[in-house]
């Protein structure tokens, strides 16, 4: 089974379980990425279903309203009842590392607004210590290199991703080498530094439920199981 076909098995397992859950006034939180994309695709026979989604990019935003699922500000949202995303790293507590994609600013914001997050990904994502990949850290422009001096003092390796602005105007440091063996804190450290929008740790937002799909189909996953 190829990496693509994976990614669809688990946007449609999470289909199958927000599906039976969904209410007249069931507003949906839509993360970005490829795996996403599949779940955006499927909703569409669900549009009616449906009363608004909130997306976490302009390109997911651009699925939804092509699908005719009207696209709403959070602001006018309130809460959100279920927010599907993937994830570049997860571990068995199900916390993760986004922003891969560089939406992980409003995929933290979602994401602590939702009821309910739904991580959906491939089994190669599940790993004992998040780290292998580099950590997205979505900072202020004219603060780049102030912030990829202090995340050097930290022990990590920061690399300038090149040519891509986030839809919030801002720019991203890819953080390798960086110690993540205690995420929660390292969390924390990161969003003191002046000059950081956000990283891409998801601690003390982990998910709630974690589709893993692999060979033998999809496994799930809850905090702590």
Known sequence: MTADELKKQAAEAALRYVEPRLERDTVLGVGTGSTVNHFIAALGDLRSRIDAAVSSSDESSRRLEELGISVIDLNAAG?????????DEANRHLQLIKGGGGALTREKIIAAAAKEFI?????SKLVPVLGK???PVEVIPMARSHVARKISAM?????YRDEFVTDNGNHILDIHKLD???PRTMEAQLDH???VVCNGLFVRRAADRLLLAGAQGIRTLLPDA
């Open 79 to 87: 809460s959100v009842d279920f927010y599907v995303d993937g994830a």
């Open 133 to 135: 990949f580099p950590l």
């Open 119 to 123: 991580c959906i990904a491939d089994e």
């Open 180 to 182: 993540l063996r205690d």
């Open 193 to 195: 530094i002046t000059g």
């Open 155 to 159: 022990g990590g390796i920061p690399v």
